[in-house]
């Protein structure tokens, strides 16, 4: 049974329309990011799951129960906010146990529960401080405490990892991946950081101007972007998006590519695809390799690409971004550390086609 | 010495002059009330008593004469408590929920209601004057403590629900619907979370109507009757009912009694005042 299933919602505030027919279902246990641009409507609609804003239509269901009109403490959610939201006038153990005091829990439960999520968190010593007391990451997992304890059906969280600083971002966001590991919880995690939603992700939305573009498992987003928008959305570097040209040939496509020096670049995809004139190639840059000359590898689309005149190189330690200038717009490749890329020289890079996106220059769809 | 520190004692001189120049007044008071009668007639203005002298404030405190009520200033100063305590107090509270709605449960319509508030306080006193006097007839208020306390709560729920409200728009929507998720519901919030928070912001309520009330002066003569005049019209009143002489020291006596509590207040919670009045920049 799904745990949650949003079903033709719309939110509008008078004239403007804030989310467009959203159609959501995830099971229990999955973790589901939402992502995309701001503006875009994810905290909207995360609050519309919580009920902290009403619906224009539509249902939502938790737990298989209809709870569209249903106030937020009826709903049996909880929620971590990007500010946190911690009460300032109580202590860290009051945060904690604030919501079953309200419910009318009996002490010595919430005595019990209270030290469970302090060990599980590591937040024992805390626990008679205030919160102006406490670091940014000592708030973020007060506040988590305090959603754990409720027990909840979905757990529910705003950007919770955006006040941190980098590093205790990414020491977090792995504590976070193995709390849902741990405690097999559903989860609806709203972020603009799309590594963010790769990594914790069991499904990711990706949204934009209150329109869902694709939902999908990461592989699926990553690998088979459903639209221009996506493709540069997700992953970074950003997925190329080379304008090109392309037509049928003896049974193979042949894809032509403006090149600044010399005549376009021409790489021939083995299989015949039914493609307009005017595309868009979207190849991500580790799928562009320094060409060897040499046979691919059994079961591999061939290698096809050229020669190419490189702008900019930038060493990255693991890995070395060329940047070259393809179709109009730049392009980059991931290539090896230790390649002998030099700028300002010709360099014969490759595609892998088997992984390559061709879009639709007028609506941006998805073509292959 | 620097250009730098000369501009700084140049400074400080002038500011110790106005300070001079606005506690001259009191200064006069203070010792005109402690003078007799017959050393203010001979004596200069500005001199201290040779003779100090509790008399005046004897008589201003028990036995002035206001009209033909010659009791001091007594009775009317209880008054002035009775009708200023609860007016302040109900003018408080009414201003905080106020604000708390104002602030974190916007409502259709609530800028307009907020404007309509906002324009309660620039409403000069004398316009409603007629038909408040109307009101309280009607209400069988007229002449009494409690439609004082009605008044003066009404015209303070103005100022008091645009203090709380700019002070509850600087705490994070997110408290409440934090608490919403956490089951709490519109009361429970206001006293768990918001209340717990407000004392710079009931600091600066509590002063300002405490000043207001107890220092009117119009409403008090307008809508008191013989038993329940306030302080201040007391004082306007001894002052008035002169039998011969003018009794300098008695008057003067009666006035700083009449300021005492505005002047107490100020002292025991003026660094609140100050500290509530810019509290908005400060995070929670």
């Known amino acids: 049974m799904p745990i949650l299933e949003i079903d033709h919602l719309q939110k509008s505030y008078g004239d403007t329309h804030i989310l467009h027919d959203i159609n959501v279902s995830i099971d229990e246990g999955d973790f589901l990011v939402l992502v995309g641009p701001s503006g875009c409507g994810k905290s909207t609609l995360l609050n519309c799951i919580a009920g902290l804003e009403p619906i224009t239509g539509g249902t939502i269901r938790i737990g298989g129960r209809d709870v569209t009109g249903v106030s937020p403490k009826d709903r049996d959610i909880a929620m971590v906010f990007q500010s946190y939201a911690l009460y300032p006038t109580m202590s860290v153990a009051r945060n904690i146990t604030f919501g079953m005091q309200v419910r009318g829990v009996d002490k010595a439960t919430q005595a019990a529960k209270l030290a469970e999520v302090a060990r599980q968190l590591q937040i024992e010593p805390l626990l008679n401080r205030k919160p102006g007391q406490l670091s940014g990451g000592q708030r973020q997992r007060v506040a988590m405490g305090r959603a754990l304890v409720r027990d909840p059906r979905l757990f529910l969280f705003d950007e919770p990892l955006s006040n941190l600083d980098a590093k205790l971002r990414v020491s977090m966001r792995t504590e976070i991946k193995k709390l849902h590991q741990d405690l097999n919880a559903s989860i609806v995690y709203v972020t603009h950081d799309q590594i963010e939603a790769m990594t914790l992700a069991t499904r990711i939305v990706v949204m934009k101007g209150g329109v869902i573009q694709q939902i999908g498992t990461p592989a699926e987003i990553y690998n088979r972007p459903a639209n221009m928008f996506v493709a540069d959305f997700m992953g970074s570097p950003a997925m190329n998006l080379i304008p090109a040209r392309a037509r049928t040939e003896d049974g193979a496509t042949r894809i032509e590519i403006d090149r600044d020096s010399g005549g376009p670049l021409v790489i021939t995809d083995p299989v015949a695809r039914q493609l307009p004139a005017e595309i868009v190639l979207g190849v991500r840059p580790e799928d562009i390799h320094e060409a060897t000359g040499q046979a691919h590898l059994p079961g591999h689309a061939p290698e096809a690409g050229g020669e190419v005149l490189i702008d900019v190189v930038e060493p990255a330690g693991a890995d070395t971004f060329a940047v070259t200038h393809l179709g109009g717009t730049p392009v980059t490749a991931r290539l090896r550390a230790e390649s002998a890329v030099r700028p300002k020289q010709m360099f014969p890079l490759a595609f892998d086609l088997s992984k390559v996106s061709y879009f639709s220059p007028q609506d941006g769809l998805r073509l292959n | ?284």
């Open chain 2, 1 to 284: 010495m620097t250009t730098n520190t000369m501009l700084r004692w140049g400074l400080y001189g002038i500011l110790i002059l106005f300070a001079l120049f606005y506690l001259m007044p009191l200064f006069v008071m203070l010792t005109t009330s402690l003078k007799s009668l017959e050393e203010i007639r001979t004596g200069s203005l500005l001199a201290l008593p040779r003779a100090i002298t509790f008399q005046p404030w004897l008589e201003a405190w028990s036995s002035a004469c206001a009209g033909t009520q010659c009791e001091g200033l007594r009775p009317f100063f209880w008054n002035s408590v009775l009708m200023a305590v609860p007016a302040v107090a109900i003018s408080t509270v009414i201003g905080a929920i106020n604000g708390y709605v104002f602030a974190q449960w916007r409502f259709r319509g609530a800028n307009l209601f907020f404007a309509a508030i906002l324009f309660g306080c620039f409403i000069p006193f004398q316009v409603v004057l007629m038909p408040m006097a109307r009101m309280l007839g009607l209400m069988g208020l007229a002449g009494t403590i409690p439609g004082l306390i009605f008044v003066h709560v009404i015209y303070g729920i103005g100022f008091t629900t645009l203090f709380f409200r700019n002070y509850y728009v600087t705490i994070p929507q997110e408290l409440v619907r934090a608490a919403r998720v956490d089951g709490a519901g519109f009361f429970r919030i206001f006293f768990a979370i918001f209340l717990p928070l407000s004392l710079p912001i009931i600091t600066v309520s509590v002063i300002w109507q405490f000043t207001q009330i107890w220092n009117d002066f119009l409403f008090g003569v307008s809508f008191s009757g013989a038993g329940s005049q306030p302080v201040t019209v007391a004082l306007n009143n001894i002052v008035n009912s002169t039998t011969g002489v003018k009794a300098y020291n008695v008057d003067m006596a009666a006035a700083i009694i009449a300021a005492l509590p505005t002047l107490f207040v100020y002292v025991v919670a003026g660094k609140y005042f100050i500290r509530g009045l810019t509290a908005g920049s400060v995070k929670g």
